[in-house]
């Protein structure tokens, strides 16, 4: 069931709709469903991020398809859209009330600090359609990227190794690697030196119910 809903109908069954009159039906049908799955998942996630106990809600992100890497950590309170589509690399950190929109795909590299609050969207409306529709575009975040508290990512966006999103930055386009960027729209306003970047974030003595 779930790989019919996620896969195109093959033509048999179209060409069997068509022959039989339930072609519209059978699309709706199956948007109901990928609808309901959607919100099975969303709820799902919802109640992960409340859990106490993190090996519980790693576990908990493994089971609904996210790539979590075993030495990153995920803190208490983050929402997750579309877990299937999102990659954490090693020793990153998600803080507090992150907001992480993998509908059209994010990938975390290694030891990339997301301070808490941070927000990834990789979908958004379109103000320029009259009928107000959604597009977006997948982000990658390079290793040793550091996002700042309540910094913005939005779709389309890749931000280079070693770059450091101020808090508050809103970033609408990509950032060099080792670049420093402020503002809304974000604008490069130093770079990070040096370069040669070893540091780890994995903390053993981080309590087990953060």
């Given amino acids: ?32 469903l990928q609808a309901a799955l959607a919100g099975a998942s969303l709820q799902a996630m919802f109640f992960l991020r409340r859990v106490p106990v993190r090996k519980v809600r790693h576990a908990g992100y493994r089971a609904m398809g996210m790539r979590l890497a075993q030495t990153a950590t995920v803190h208490r309170g983050v929402e997750f859209r579309s877990p299937r589509q999102i990659e954490i690399g090693e020793d990153s950190v998600i803080g507090f009330d992150v907001i992480l929109d ?42 040793w990227v550091w996002l700042s508290f309540r910094s ?44 040669e970047l070893n540091y780890t974030l994995k903390d053993d003595l981080a309590p087990w119910f953060v």
Avoid at 117 to 140: C, S
């Fill in 1 to 32: 069931m779930l790989t019919w809903l996620t896969r195109p109908t093959p033509r048999v069954i179209k060409r069997l709709a068509v022959a039989f009159g339930v072609e519209r039906r059978l699309k709706q049908y199956k948007l109901a």
């Fill in 102 to 143: 993998g509908r059209c795909g994010i990938t975390i590299g290694r030891h990339v600090n997301i301070s808490s609050h941070a927000a990834i969207w990789t979908m958004q409306h379109d103000l320029r359609d009259p009928n107000f529709g959604a597009h977006g575009r997948p982000v990658v975040i390079g290793d």
């Fill in 152 to 195: 913005t990512v939005l779709p389309g966006v890749t931000v280079g190794e070693g770059a450091v999103v101020a808090a508050g930055a809103v970033v609408t386009r990509d950032v060099p690697s080792f670049a420093i960027v402020a503002g809304s729209p974000a604008r490069v306003v130093g770079e990070r030196s040096p370069r």
